[in-house]
């Protein structure tokens, strides 16, 4: 009982550093995120910020599409492809984000630039998570990529997760 006392102060220790750290710190880079021509609405942030264990991503997104039906889906794969622009042509409007940030060789989804999905709510969605894969400065000038479909975190080379509906350039700040 102890332990899980101690256990549960120093999971409240730790919530509070995130805390701290957000509020008190800019983050080192944001990508603006904004839909393509067929999705105008979505528009979010992703915000990066230093930890002494790694990166914390905070991402905050809105007009994510609406399922078309009951159990439809809101699960939206994300993760950081290695591109820098977010330009393409008819069938992608985002091709030249190319493929996910791989530095490493590795299959997905232990890329570098693979993140948690977005989990909409009403269009809306919100989420955090630290990341030791990669530094600030590695992926500055790549892109922030949002999918129509859920990641299956196992389909090689990319999760399955269908058309690229959102992108953003990671800028340093
Ligand atoms: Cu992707
Ligand atoms: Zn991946």
Known sequence: MDNF???????????????????????????????????????G??????????????????????PTEECG???HGMHIHE???C?????????????HFNPGECPHPEHAGDLPPLFANSGSAWNAVLLSRFSIDEVIGKTVIIHEKYDDFETQPSGDSGAKIACGVIVGL
Do not use: H, W
């Open 5 to 43: 006392e101690n256990m549960q102060e120093n999971q409240g220790g730790v919530i509070e550093g995130i805390a701290e750290l957000i509020l008190n710190n800019p983050p080192e880079a944001i990508a603006q995120i904004r839909g393509s021509e067929q999705y105008p609405d979505i528009e």
């Open 45 to 66: 942030t992703v915000a990066f910020y230093s930890d002494s264990e790694g990166v914390l991503v905070l991402t905050a997104v809105t007009g994510l599409p609406l």
């Open 83 to 85: 591109g820098g622009s």
């Open 87 to 99: 330009t393409g042509n008819e069938n992608d409007p985002f091709a030249d984000a190319g493929t």
């Open 73 to 75: 889906n809101t699960v």
